[in-house]
């Protein structure tokens, strides 16, 4: 079974827009962490933001919000006042809670979406 | 600078060839990693590396070794490559401890052809 689902391959936008990059995930451990890279086309992959299963508030960096929604198990990623730079490929990640004995906390990605932000 | 850097950046080579993708970080991370990406299926992860002396192997480590020469340093090794092994490799790090533990921090990529 898929551990995170990303729904939409690809979304549009016009600039100065919000929009909304839905992940779901799976997952039966109490303590986990959801993630969103960006991946513009040069390749690279980007740290954006960050939500502990145990936080109370919803995680924000910039113009980046993540809409956690515990019981519905999704994360989405909210992108306020769209700029053209921010197409490229954007991915969802979990880390589950500890694994006995080694304390690795594994992360595995989604399949991304990629987002298209036009004049 | 870059806090994490690998190289080379892009490479090209034959089926049968040893290559060795290097990476380097001055994040001061404990962890390591090392990513595969191919078209549609997002990241898989190949091998990772708690410190200097604790490897261990990822979702698919067949066919690739690691070696970590340093806290800074990881280097992956296609000993024989192998034309599915064409894809984007990623080295990333992250931190035992600290207010963003475990968020892992990707280095750009080494793009890497095998024909």
């Known amino acids: 079974a898929q551990k995170i689902t990303q729904t939409q391959p690809g979304m549009f936008v016009q600039e100065k827009e919000a929009v909304t990059l839905d992940c779901t995930y799976d997952t039966s451990d109490p303590s986990y962490g959801l993630f969103w890279y960006k991946q513009p086309s040069s390749g690279e992959m980007i740290f954006l933001i960050y939500?502990?299963?145990?936080?109370?508030q919803n995680a924000t960096e910039g113009r980046y919000s993540l809409n956690f929604q515990k019981a519905r198990k999704s994360a989405n990623l909210v992108i306020s006042a769209s700029q053209l730079g921010d197409s490229a490929m954007y991915f969802c990640a979990m880390r589950e809670g500890r694994t006995r004995g080694t304390g690795f906390q594994k992360l595995v990605f989604g399949t991304g979406t990629r987002l298209l932000v036009s004049p | 600078d870059a806090d994490v850097t690998q190289t080379p950046r892009n490479r090209i080579t034959k089926t049968g060839k040893r290559i060795m993708l290097e990476c380097s970080q001055t994040?001061?991370?404990?962890?390591m990693y090392w990513y595969r990406q191919d078209p549609g299926l997002g990241l898989r992860l190949i091998y990772y590396s708690f410190d200097v002396k604790d490897i261990n192997k990822g979702e698919i480590s067949d066919g690739y070794s690691v070696s970590r020469q340093a806290q800074a340093k990881f280097s992956l090794s296609l000993e024989s490559a192998i034309p599915n092994q064409t894809a984007l490799y990623f080295c990333?790090?992250?931190?035992?401890?600290?207010?963003?533990?475990?968020?892992?921090?990707f280095g750009p990529g080494t793009r890497l052809l095998v024909l």
């Open positions: 939500q502990g299963s145990y936080d109370q």
């Open positions: 990333a790090t992250s931190a035992h401890r600290g207010p963003l533990q475990e968020t892992q921090y």
């Open positions: 994040k001061g991370h404990d962890r």
